[in-house]
């Protein structure tokens, strides 16, 4: 089928997306109350294991040299552990997890000076839950991509945009999509809001989980990348290991029926309640489980003076990738899944 063909029984869009046109008008983030995540899922890295990180990280010269980068992740790993009470790792892993964890205090540099050290601390503390990887078709390939606002993209639903980005997972289009991601805070806004919210099937009625569960919704892939691909899908299922998988990302959503679209907008009005609204601080790292929560950001403005909000973000499998699915060009990078047709609001 020809990449921008669309298949005949999905024409449906959500009515909230349907009525605004403005999609930044979808649910307002901007209201909602700024959550402070429990202590329970708030880590925060003593000083001399922040300082011991740190020397870690200056000994793995490229984080892409997979052996020594295994060993390093190892020790960090080690060291994350030994340090406290809480081991985010196992937190993040347990059916009962929060959707997220929080690790304050890791030892992020300015960018400008020292290279590549925040890639390599991001990749290092992801590893601890599984294979940092990326799309090939994704930007230029990177497997540790930067968001921080971009001159003319202000309105666009992608990280560098500065509009409310609404609640999506990351790339609900592919069954390839990632585990966890973890976005690593280089340079803080105070006035810029995160927030994460876990799916719970416990809060929708029997008819509109039903419905969810079909694979009646095309969801297509978002501008970054370069191929536009869409899969057939449901939008809640269940993962082998009983866990939830939830693909939502209505914007790029197309609904093989009005029912369907209205069971969508169900899920969408249940998620302002009960989401946790985070403000990044520079050497935060947020982890989020994108098989389980959905997440969203708050609206901003940007100075365009270098010294805007910048983080770092990394996707995880915890699965070794499948021979087919993996590109030929790197180990760490996923080949692009097959297109069925690309929806559109
Ligand atoms: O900027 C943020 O806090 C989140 C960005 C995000 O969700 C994304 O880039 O997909
Ligand atoms: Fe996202």
């Given at each position: 089928m020809p990449v921008n063909a669309m298949p005949a029984e999905f024409s449906y869009t959500s009515d909230l997306c349907a009525r605004n046109g403005m999609p930044q008008r979808w649910i307002d983030v901007s209201?909602?109350?700024?959550?402070?995540?429990?202590?329970?899922?708030?880590?925060?890295?003593?000083?001399?294991?922040?300082?011991?990180?740190?020397a870690l990280l200056g000994e793995l010269d490229d984080p892409y040299d997979e052996l020594r980068f295994a060993e390093l992740v190892a020790q960090s790993?080690?060291?994350?552990?030994?340090?406290?009470?809480?081991?985010?790792?196992r937190a993040i892993r347990s059916?009962?997890?929060?959707?997220?964890?929080?690790?304050?205090?890791?030892?992020?540099?300015?960018?400008?000076?020292?290279?590549?050290?925040?890639?390599?601390?991001?990749?290092?503390?992801?590893?601890?839950?599984?294979?940092?990887?990326?799309?090939?078709?994704?930007?230029?390939?990177?497997?540790?991509h930067s968001i921080e606002p971009k001159q003319g993209a202000a309105d666009q639903q992608l990280g560098d945009?500065?509009?409310?980005?609404?609640?999506?997972?990351?790339?609900?289009?592919?069954?390839?999509?990632?585990?966890?991601?973890?976005?690593?805070c280089v340079r803080a806004d105070p006035a810029v809001r995160t927030f994460v919210r876990k799916i719970d099937v416990r809060e929708l009625d029997a008819s509109t989980l039903q419905r969810l569960s079909e694979e009646s919704f095309l969801i297509g892939a978002d501008e970054s990348f370069r191929e536009r691909s869409a899969e057939r899908?449901?939008?809640?299922s269940y993962r082998p290991d009983g866990g939830l998988a939830v693909r939502y990302d209505p914007l790029y959503t197309t609904c093989a029926s009005p029912e369907h679209a209205a069971a969508l907008d169900v899920l969408t009005s249940c998620l302002a309640d009960g989401a946790t609204g985070i403000v990044l601080e520079a050497g935060d790292m947020l982890v989020v489980?994108?098989?389980?929560?959905?997440?969203?950001?708050s609206s901003y403005t940007p100075r365009f003076d270098g010294r805007d909000r910048l983080l770092r973000k990394v996707f995880i499998r915890t699965e070794p990738l499948a021979a087919h699915d993996a590109a030929s060009s790197s180990p760490f990078l996923v080949a692009a899944p097959a297109a069925e047709g690309i929806p559109s609001c």
């Open positions: 209201q909602l109350a700024t959550v402070r995540p429990g202590a329970e899922v708030v880590f925060e890295l003593p000083a001399g294991e922040r300082a011991r990180l740190s790993h080690a060291l994350l552990e030994r340090t406290g009470a809480f081991d985010p790792v059916p009962l997890n929060a959707g997220f964890y929080l690790l304050r205090n890791l030892p992020v540099c300015d960018p400008a000076s020292r290279g590549a050290t925040n890639e390599r601390l991001l990749l290092m503390a992801a590893a601890a839950l599984g294979s940092p990887f990326g799309f090939e078709a994704w930007h230029r390939s990177e497997i540790v945009g500065n509009v409310e980005l609404l609640w999506h997972v990351e790339d609900a289009h592919t069954a390839l999509a990632p585990d966890y991601f973890a976005l690593l899908a449901a939008v809640l489980d994108n098989r389980a929560a959905v997440h969203s950001r």
